[in-house]
């Protein structure tokens, strides 16, 4: 049975920092993507694409074929009740919360990254600046590229590459140590 991945998209969202982990997870036989929305209606990118998503997010049934749920950046925070149950309830149910630059806020917000340690692209001034209500204990916050902890994967958003490597590991889509290397050293030629 293959396993979901969701991908949530909205307007603004940078999609781009979510493409390279989206490639090996299409790829894999293991998995499905299912991007998911508020509504039908077409979501214009931060890079300036139209996307359609598949499923609403009021139609999403917790089954254990959901393998977890990815969020890419992006400016604003809309979280609706139906998106904050979805993150609780795959939470509760140990599922993979994977998120980069300032889509970790959507964790916060909905509560469930606890005490668990996360890195994000966001800060305290730039909620600030923006007038926004900052979600975020930033006790927790570690000032690194990635931050795994449990089931929940964060990232900066300059390191889609590690937020990928992280991914398909999670996922078992890169199955040993020697895999994962392998990888790093095609996204990281100079470490080598």
């Not at 940078?14 to 499905?32: K, L, P, R």
């Not at 800060?123 to 979600?135: A, G």
């Not at 078992?172 to 100079?190: A, T, V």
Request: with cysteine; charged share 20%; hydrophobic share 40%.
């Amino acid at each position: 049975m293959t396993k979901k991945v969701l991908i949530f998209l909205y307007h603004g969202c940078a999609e781009f920092e979510i493409t390279v982990t989206c490639w090996q997870i299409a790829e894999s036989s293991d998995y499905d993507i299912v991007t998911i929305a508020y509504d039908k209606s077409p979501i214009s990118t931060n890079s300036g694409f139209t996307m359609i998503p598949d499923q609403l997010i009021s139609e999403v049934q917790m089954t254990e074929d959901i393998a977890g749920i990815i969020i890419p950046g992006g400016s604003l925070l809309d979280l609706r009740v139906e998106l904050q149950s979805l993150i609780q309830n795959l939470n509760n149910q140990n599922k993979m919360l994977a998120a980069i630059c300032a889509g970790p806020q959507y964790f916060a917000a909905s509560q469930v990254i606890g005490s668990r340690n996360f890195t994000t692209s966001r800060t305290p001034e730039r909620y600030k600046e923006l007038k926004e209500s900052d979600p975020f204990n930033w006790n927790q916050f570690v000032d690194t590229r990635i931050v795994v902890d449990g089931n929940l994967v964060t990232a900066k958003g300059f390191a889609f590459s590690d937020f990928a490597i992280e991914i398909w590991s999670y996922l078992g889509i890169l199955s040993s140590k020697e895999e994962r290397e392998e990888w790093k050293s095609l996204f990281f030629p100079q470490n080598q």
